[in-house]
Nanobody, 126 residues
């Protein structure tokens, strides 16, 4: 069975940091693109970041998180991490990891992903 298990969310003050984890199993970790998406109440789902496979991981970020978030892979653990620094209240959302093999042009399109984790809540508030 394909599994993606997101964890690491919580409540943090503005300016703080969290590290999300997406533990995976049941598919080719090396051969898959793993992305993080987020969705805040009343808002559409938003792509956050991706790590793309092939010849060493290549990473991509939404403009809203560039310079603050870092995505990485641990091939030994089949796990993807999202290090989130300098968190802002507008980062508050449920964060989901997803796997697929999207062309670069659709890497931010949720419809390009096959499987999704269950989500982990991130709340940035004082």
């Amino acid at each position: 069975d394909v599994q993606l298990q997101a964890s690491g969310g919580g409540l943090v003050q503005p300016g703080g940091a969290l590290r999300l984890s997406c533990a995976t199993s049941g598919f080719s970790f090396r051969g898959s693109t793993i992305s993080w998406f987020r969705q805040a109440p009343g808002k559409e789902r938003e792509w956050v970041s991706a790590t793309r496979s092939g010849g060493g991981s290549v990473t991509y970020y939404a403009d809203s998180v560039k310079g603050r978030f870092t995505i990485s892979r641990d091939y030994a653990k089949n796990t993807v991490y999202l290090q989130m620094n300098s968190l802002k209240p507008e980062d508050t959302a449920t964060y989901y990891c997803a796997r697929g093999r999207p062309p670069l042009g659709t890497i931010a399109d949720g419809a390009s992903y096959y499987d999704w984790g269950q989500g982990t809540q991130v709340t940035v508030s004082s």
